[in-house]
């Protein structure tokens, strides 16, 4: 991210995995429907194309890269039958692609939508061969769906796995369903949009929540099972501003992309996290039969749901990565909070507390209590992932060869010894006494002087 997401299990669990998986075929011989542009032919093919492309930017540092792209390549075939071309291309030694797209981490992806849209939207889903083929499912159907059955709305509301936009609109016309389809565009990656003529083809959960006497409702709803109380019911939020503004329309959509109260799993962290809306996030043990969080949350998400957005998260699989944070087991429940888009948090034991939820997402409002940043242990992290990618380097450049093996031997010993023999020179330094000065090169001037 976009920088990578955080996991449960901690950096070392990563590095174990990514370490598992250096031997798998990277470049490889394998026949891909993908193509594999260069910069001589960049430009030319995505002005040319006849369909939507997804393209993946990637150099050949990036350990990550080495592990996806093979995921990429696979995916191709099954992606072009939902109309998504896929194309990858190496940027390694010419940045001209890395900064016209803005890309701040790899691999970069981008995708083209249509035959001639030259300004590309962020790819935001997950990396696996399944994500791939399922974004392209996705950006193949229309950005909403036209429900004719009541059978149509329950099954999208079952088979998406996030939140659904739903529009009760009369018309499929009009300064209304053009608001709301501009924001089912804007968000068609990750979520479904739904329009329906009929109220009678809601669910009754979810019709119920419409003002009585509206002729016309915008929603976003979320299934029982994104909810931590695991309901069968939905959760609603309904918007109540100016439906033919657009602008205040997808901006309502996204902030109100997490009604009620969230399981935050594995697989919604990222989401959830990279939301433009702060968010409250309970961390509790699921086995401690004591809930004493639920009453603080209930009142808050009653008082401040206009600035946060919330969920709960299971303390137990992520403690390791809730460690970065300050959070242990042994002080669960514990409140962190997430800045809009992750770009800080608020974590403090003493002033962000589950018990006075309510008042410390106030103070939070407020500016009193201060934000940390993530600044710190990114530079770690970021460290730590070029030596690793520098190590994949260096053992692949030694495998190719005995003479590479050599070299690269003989420049470890040199570097060794060149530090070895810097510390030496150092601890001499520090162990200089005044007998130094009986030299006449390193008496001061005015003792030479006299001595003479």
């Not at 509790?284 to 209930?298: I, L, M, N, R, Y």
Request: net charge neutral.
């Amino acid at each position: 991210r976009r920088g990578m997401r955080m996991r449960p299990g901690g950096m070392w669990r990563l590095a174990a995995a990514v370490l598992a998986l250096a031997g798998a075929s990277g470049d490889g011989d394998v026949p891909t429907a993908a193509l594999s542009l260069n910069m001589g032919n960049f430009d030319t093919t995505l002005a040319n194309r006849n369909t939507s492309m997804l393209v993946m930017l990637h150099v050949d540092w990036c350990g990550v890269c080495r592990h996806t792209l093979p995921k990429f390549r696979a995916a191709a075939e099954d992606a072009l039958k939902h109309g998504v071309q896929m194309a990858e291309i190496d940027v390694t030694n010419d940045k001209t692609l890395t900064k016209r797209y803005e890309i701040k981490g790899f691999p970069g992806l981008r995708f083209f939508e249509g035959k001639e849209t030259l300004e590309p939207r962020d790819y935001r889903n997950g990396r696996s061969e399944k994500d791939f083929v399922a974004f392209a499912q996705r950006m193949a159907r229309p950005p909403i769906t036209h429900a004719e059955v009541p059978f149509d709305v329950a099954r999208i509301l079952v088979e998406e796995p996030l939140a659904t936009f739903i529009l009760w609109h009369p018309q499929k016309k009009g300064p209304i369903y053009e608001a709301f389809e501009t924001a089912a565009k804007e968000f068609r990656d990750k979520h479904s949009a739904v329009w329906v003529e009929d109220k009678g083809l809601l669910p009754e959960a979810v019709a119920s929540n419409i003002p009585e006497g509206a002729t016309s409702a915008i929603m976003v709803v979320a299934p029982g099972n994104t909810q931590y109380s695991k309901s069968k019911d939905p959760v609603v939020a309904v918007y109540s501003g100016d439906m033919e503004n657009a602008t205040r329309v997808t901006k309502w959509a996204s902030d109100n992309r997490y009604p009620g109260l969230w399981n935050i799993t594995d697989a919604r962290f990222h989401d959830f996290s990279s939301s433009t809306r702060a968010s409250a996030i309970l961390v509790v043990d699921p086995k401690s039969p004591e809930k004493p969080w639920k009453g603080p949350t209930k009142k808050a998400m009653k008082n401040m749901s206009k600035f946060f957005q919330f969920g709960v998260l299971n303390g137990t699989d992520w403690k390791d990565a809730l460690a970065d944070f300050q959070i242990y087991p042994e002080e669960y429940p514990r409140l962190l909070v997430l800045a809009p888009k992750f770009d800080g948090y608020y974590a403090e034991k003493d002033t962000v507390t589950v018990g006075d939820m309510t008042n410390s997402l106030q103070r939070i409002v407020d500016g009193q209590i201060h934000m940390q940043t993530r600044s710190f242990s990114n530079k770690l992290y970021v460290g730590y992932r070029y030596a690793r990618d520098f190590t994949f380097i260096t053992v692949d450049f030694m495998q190719e060869s005995v003479l590479n093996a050599i070299l690269v031997a003989t420049s470890l010993g040199v570097l060794l010894f060149t530090i070895f023999k810097c510390c030496g020179f150092c601890y001499d330094i520090m162990m200089m006494d005044d007998t130094y000065y009986d030299q006449d090169y390193a008496q001061p001037p005015a003792a030479a002087k006299k001595k003479d």
